[in-house]
């Protein structure tokens, strides 16, 4: 497993806000046969690190609903989303280690609750 550093981002309101507006349009953009670059490009998101994030998001969800619960290969995906397929792979690892990380902490929580 590689090293990374998971941040996590506490969103405010108006973040959230934002975030949401900004995943649906990528998802419709990309429905209506967009590249996933044309569609994280056509959202206005002023802040670079919210844009940063969003964009990993959205293709992580993307790997996860089109290649996990769709059962579409990961050459398939990136062909569709125009994008290399190294790219497929790398966020598909980044996900894994979100979700390990996320199981961790919640199980070292849960744990250290009953120590």
């Known amino acids: 497993m590689t090293d990374f550093n998971f941040v996590f981002k506490d969103y405010s309101e108006e973040e959230s806000k934002i975030y949401e507006k900004a995943m649906k349009e ?16 056509s959202v206005d998101v002023k802040d670079n690190e ?10 992580k969800i993307l790997i996860a609903e089109l290649c996990y619960v769709s059962k579409i290969p990961f050459e398939e995906l990136a ?3 125009k994008l290399p397929l190294d790219t497929i792979r790398t966020a598909n690892l980044e996900m894994l280690e979100d979700v390990e990380l996320t199981l961790n902490n919640t199980f070292n929580k849960k744990r250290s609750g009953n120590a």
């Open 26 to 41: 990528i998802i419709q953009n990309i429905k209506d046969g967009m590249s996933f670059r044309d569609a994280v490009d």
């Open 50 to 59: 919210l844009k940063s994030l969003i964009e990993d998001d959205a293709l």
């Open 79 to 81: 062909n569709m989303l």
